[in-house]
């Protein structure tokens, strides 16, 4: 079924220039490691929720101020490149993935609030500080002769693949995220119980650092920019397209993300709503092994699935109710669109060449995401949750959704427009 | 692509679709409950599945329920699909935690904000939720007929009331002429947060309805705001404030909620 010869990616070829061990280490990881990013994304906002909630009636105000000041965290990822200067990128790339497994595996410890939000905070920065020196190594690597296109579909192929590991665990916890639903032992021994998930944690974490350790692939580092010729360059306002990858996690992570959210919108049963997102989910993934580069990044195809997405969330976020079913199918339909946006934007990410060096460029673009996604996410909440502390945002939730949905799909288009120009270059 | 790596590939791919569906076949799994006349009910505030230690735990709430295992309970300050609680639903958890029927229901008017829910051993054979006048924060009251027997059906209604003072009287208002307006039988549990002590006008209004059961159980819980007030019943057997979940432990981490579950054992022969 999955003969090689089929596909636009060729994983025997990439296992072939890595040999075995090195290209697992190197797949496991990646998937890994983006799963505990989407865990911490998932956790960091509830934990700040809490201590604003706590900022507003007075309560622990100190300690509370310290978690919201947190938020700081994400402008680290903008860092990578000062860092990697002083102390040589691959040392970066090694470290932040220690930093990200253990960080994890502390998270599972179930510590204070202000612990757990710290830590998914630090998991979110050092994320942004992985992928940046990764896809730059990755991409510029001249030890192998893997083509790029393999190495694009490659980081595509396990970041999708987290999001379906995400939905596993969701599934087997009846969608309470991280703790796996534990049996009904008596009450003596529920604090037993919300450990479980540590005997999965210690040796997902175990594994990267091993792995990670002894056969990471050892990439050769490339000079950056001088390669280039200085015309393909494309200036800095170019980067705010990658603000898209904040509306991303934006509907992701807000709605889109959540079968029951999905459910409680169109009034329809939670476990069709997690069938058929998974399905979207596996479609997406058998679009970007199997669907040629170039049809991935046709313009005019992308315009119309990017129209059927937004008017598909009008229809879920206005009409949910009394389409039931049907919103719930448009609303998959659009989660595969969105996931192959996502595919698109990131692919760009490895490939585009900006003024600044690859690692700055990826890593700035990451900031600017997880910032966008903050403060959408600030209004969201303060349109619909907080809507009666402002009254004036009251109403706007689903206008910010969608307006969410059309950045995104206008950073797309950019994104396409940018490619293409290259292209007829 | 080696056979290895293909099986690998394979199974993570498909084993989240399997999973789902194998849920999916496995979540109606109807719990039998014999009937009987005397029955505990339960009103918790789960504060959003937070605890005193502000982290999110449905299995603690659940555990603590437990201790009494109440036939049916009242659950406020619920959510549904939320970024700030991981976009969890929580009644749909706890019902199929605890093997219960359930209705739930937010604020028709902001689909976003928390819920009540009402959890049943029995069959729920009518649901419905109404919104209380609301100038602050929208609030909700559900109402569900529960079929304990052929020949014992109750209306249990659960709420939670504002913060303001001056919607109080107007949400306590509406709620009483709400139940009076679709009550299906004489035998009625009104069960919730009211944000009220004992000594308020708003719940000397409740009185001319409901009795509290915690009336005749002494006075080391008029402090509580949490309620639950029946009607057309034979006898208030027990009534109590479960104030530690385990014993020999001295926690914060032990309660799931900043609220604590209030229970009533009450004979409807």
Known sequence: MLRDSKYDISFSEIEKNLKSRPFYSLFFNLVILSLFFIQALRAYVPGVYVAMFHVVFAENIIENLFILLTLIFFVVPALTNTICKKIGIKRVLISSIYIIAVSRLLMAFHLPNIWQTILSGIIIAVYGMFISTFITLWVKDGSTEIKMSNKVKMIGFSLLSAFLLDYLIRTIGFSQDISLLPPGLSAQFWYITQYLWLIIQIPLTGLCIYLTKLYFPRFTSVSDVEEYDKSDKKSTVYSLIFVGIGMFWFLLFNILLYPNTIAHYTGTSYYVSNILSIIALIATIWIVLRVKMQNLLNTKLSVILNSLMIISLCFFLFMGIALTYIAVILICVSLIIIFLNFFVLFSHLAIVIFKWEKVKTISNLFAIGTSFYILFTVFHILSTDWAYVISAFKGFGPIIVVLAGVILSVSVYISLRINQKGREK | ?269
């Open chain 2, 1 to 269: 692509m080696n056979k290895r790596l293909k099986i690998v590939l394979i199974t993570m791919v498909v084993s989240p679709l399997i999973l789902s569906v194998i849920t999916f076949g496995i979540a109606e799994f109807p719990r039998e409950t014999s009937p009987k006349s005397e029955i505990t009910f339960m009103t918790y505030n789960i504060h959003f599945g937070q605890g005193m230690d502000d982290l999110l735990n449905l299995e603690r709430i659940a555990q603590n329920i437990l201790i009494d295992d109440p036939d049916i309970i009242g659950l406020q300050e619920v959510e549904v699909g939320r970024i700030t609680s991981q976009g969890i639903d929580m009644a749909f958890w706890l019902a199929k935690r605890l093997g219960m029927k359930y209705y739930y229901s937010n604020p028709m008017n902001n689909k976003h904000v928390m819920g009540n829910a009402i959890l049943s051993k029995y069959p729920i054979v009518l649901s419905n939720s109404y919104d209380l006048p609301s100038d602050l924060q929208e609030r909700v009251f559900i109402h569900c007929v529960i079929e304990v027997s052929p020949s014992l059906t109750i209306d249990a209604f659960c709420t939670h009331i504002g913060i303001r003072t001056e919607n109080k009287s107007a949400q306590i208002d509406f709620l009483l002429e709400k139940i009076t307006e679709v009550s299906t039988s004489s035998k009625q549990v009104l069960m919730g947060d009211f944000n009220l002590q004992n000594d308020t006008l708003e719940i000397a209004n409740v009185l001319t309805y409901f009795n509290d059961t915690a009336d005749e159980f002494g006075a080391s819980f008029q402090a509580s705001i949490d309620y639950i007030f029946a009607v057309g019943y034979q006898d208030v057997i027990d009534y109590h404030v479960i104030t530690d979940m385990l014993v020999n432990i001295d926690s914060p981490a032990e309660f799931g909620s900043d609220h604590l579950p209030v229970v009533s054992i009450i004979d409807f022969s």
